[in-house]
């Protein structure tokens, strides 16, 4: 059930635009900021509260690859796979990263620490390879620095 | 030394300036000026007159893309003005550098185009990884709202604006600006059909105008220095200066605010220090991926729309990717596919199966299984999924690179295919 901080902030964004629905992307956001993902029984909550059909809303909830409809890890890393990063050793970071989690790309780890997901470009070009942890943006990344970036996320 | 108005206050590094020091740096000064000396109308000619053109990729002059919306009392309202910060083709981070190292200037450019367009609402579409620019421009929308520069009755103008600001969650597509609209508007990002055009009848039906970050960072600079002057910014047809950019193995990858025409020779070799030791020069997607590679024989073309485009390609963001001796091109043909392949929105079919099996075609030559007909195969899909047969640009863009990839490195497809394996690995 949502909660009425999760609520509270959901209507809060209506008066932004003609049309509740618009809110649709915020309000998965706030949802998924409290709980990592989306579960199903939200969703349909939150299609309420839009006055859209849940599978209407769902519909563009796996729409953006942002939104998360099945559990994640504490932690989600956006890997960057796009032209510059790949061009500067993007395929030798993955490989050293799904060698120490033991995951491949999509994948959690078994303690639930870590979900490992690709991303577009990052627009981090001039530092590349990039990747995200989070909030935060890792640049000019080599692969044996990635132990040391990980131990930072419990 | 080259003058750089866009990029004047920003350090790299630096958090941004206040609002204080942003007024005290001449901040703002364009707002007062339009909005208490100059119509809507004397701005969008001054603009017009600039020759700004967009800078999200696509080139379209900034005033005649605001002169087809309908002012009077007559107009339908509300009309709307749309950032398009959705900065995510690859290769690119000119508009994280512009909203990062100084919101306020990008918010003084959106009101004197809403200011020109009659928009009372802006709207600035943001991507959901640029965490830092969101903290940043939040911030700044509350400083310029308290001091009077949004809000009702700006400097007693009677003409009032209200931002807010919307962040995504991922999608390529959701740049394109009449996806961007439905995104917006809460649903699939899906590109509309024109006509309409998003001035008639945009987001929720209103006139509207989608304009670039970078593109509306120069209107404060036409404004204070008038077209003519901001004209002479830059070396060619095109007004104004333009930020450029590279990455790839060349010693100082980055970004730099430069006049417009700038040639590609200096920036590649002035400004990110030429090749790393070890590494050649082969050629350059000189505006992102989805625009075609240019080589050593276009190294002197200036970086203008028109010259890039004589060259054979497209100016798009300006921002270089630089393709080495050392890289597999089919290998980077396959990384730009598979980019274009995924990003599809699936809406149209040749785009949404189309791609899938150019990336698959590439994939095998990249594995050594390709076969001789592999070649004019993906040649038949540069024809089948180019302009006029799908819904949009997305698919077009994606055939750009591999095209001239085709043309420009077709020896390397060759090798692949007679060799059974990747010469590169």
């Known amino acids: 059930m949502l909660s009425e901080v999760e609520r509270d902030e959901i209507e809060a964004q209506f008066e932004h635009y003609e049309e509740r629905r618009a809110a649709s992307v915020e309000a998965l956001k706030i949802v998924q900021r409290q709980r990592g993902w989306v579960p199903d029984e939200e969703l349909a909550e939150v299609a309420r509260l839009l006055e859209m059909s849940a599978a209407e809303l769902d519909g563009v909830a796996t729409f953006y690859s942002l939104v998360f409809r099945r559990p994640v890890g504490r932690h989600v890393i956006l890997i960057c796979d796009s032209a510059s990063c790949w061009v500067m050793g993007y395929e030798c970071v993955r490989a050293q990263l799904e060698q120490h989690l033991g995951i491949g790309l999509g994948e959690t780890t078994a303690d639930q620490r870590f979900t490992l997901l690709p991303s577009v470009c990052l627009g981090a070009c001039d530092h590349a390879p990039a990747l995200m942890i989070d909030e935060t943006l890792h640049a000019d990344v080599e692969p044996g620095q990635l132990e040391r970036i990980l131990s930072g996320y419990e | 030394m080259n003058e750089r108005p866009l990029t004047r206050n920003i350090q790299p590094g630096r958090a941004p300036l206040p609002l204080p020091a942003y007024e005290q740096a001449g901040g703002y000064q364009a707002v007062r000026r339009a909005l208490t000396s100059m119509s809507p109308g004397e701005v969008l000619d001054e603009v017009s007159e600039s020759r700004l053109r967009g800078r999200g990729g696509a080139g379209f002059p900034t005033g005649k893309k605001w002169s087809f919306v309908s002012t009077g009392d007559e107009a339908p309202r509300p009309k709307y003005l749309v950032v398009n910060a959705d900065e995510m083709e690859p290769g690119t981070f000119k508009d994280r550098l512009l909203m990062e190292g100084d919101p306020h200037q990008l918010l003084e450019g959106m009101i004197l185009g809403a200011y020109a367009i009659g928009a009372e609402v802006a709207y600035l579409f943001l991507r959901a990884e640029y965490l830092i620019a969101a903290d940043r421009l939040r911030r700044a929308i509350t400083e310029a709202g308290d001091a009077g520069w949004l809000g009702r009755d700006i400097l007693g103008s009677g003409f009032s604006l209200e931002v807010h600001l919307h962040s995504s969650a991922g999608r390529y597509i959701c740049g394109e600006e009449t996806a961007l609209l439905d995104a917006l508007e809460g649903g699939r990002a899906i590109p509309r059909a024109k006509p309409p055009f998003p001035q008639a009848s945009g987001l929720w039906g209103r006139p509207t105008v989608v304009n670039n970050v970078e593109t509306l960072c120069n209107v404060p600079h036409i404004i204070n220095r008038g077209a003519g002057a901001y004209r002479a910014l830059?070396?060619?047809?095109?007004?104004?200066?333009?930020?450029?950019?590279?990455?790839?193995?060349?010693?100082?990858?980055?970004?730099?605010?430069?006049?417009?025409?700038?040639?590609?020779?200096e920036l590649l070799e002035e400004h990110a220090g030429g090749m790393r030791e070890g590494f050649a020069f082969r050629g350059v997607l000189p505006g992102g991926a989805s625009t075609d590679f240019l080589t050593d024989e276009h190294l002197d073309t200036p970086m203008d729309f028109d010259s890039v485009m004589q060259a054979g390609s497209r100016l798009g963001t300006g921002m270089l990717i630089v393709l080495d001796d050392r890289t597999c091109p089919v290998g980077l043909c396959r990384n730009l596919e598979h980019f274009f392949a995924q990003e599809s929105c699936g809406w149209c079919t040749p785009c949404r199966d189309g791609l899938p099996w150019v990336e698959q075609i590439l994939a095998a030559i990249e594995a050594g299984q390709g076969r001789p007909e592999d070649l004019e195969l993906l040649e038949q899909h540069t024809r089948l999924l180019g302009m006029g047969h799908t819904f949009c640009a997305h698919a077009p863009g994606a055939m750009e690179p591999l095209q001239s990839a085709l043309k420009f490195f077709r020896e390397d497809f060759e090798r692949h295919i007679r060799e059974r394996r990747c010469p590169y690995r």
């Open chain 2, 234 to 265: 830059s070396r060619g047809e095109d007004g104004g200066t333009k930020i450029y950019g590279a990455s790839g193995h060349v010693r100082r990858p980055g970004a730099w605010e430069l006049p417009m025409g700038t040639p590609l020779r």
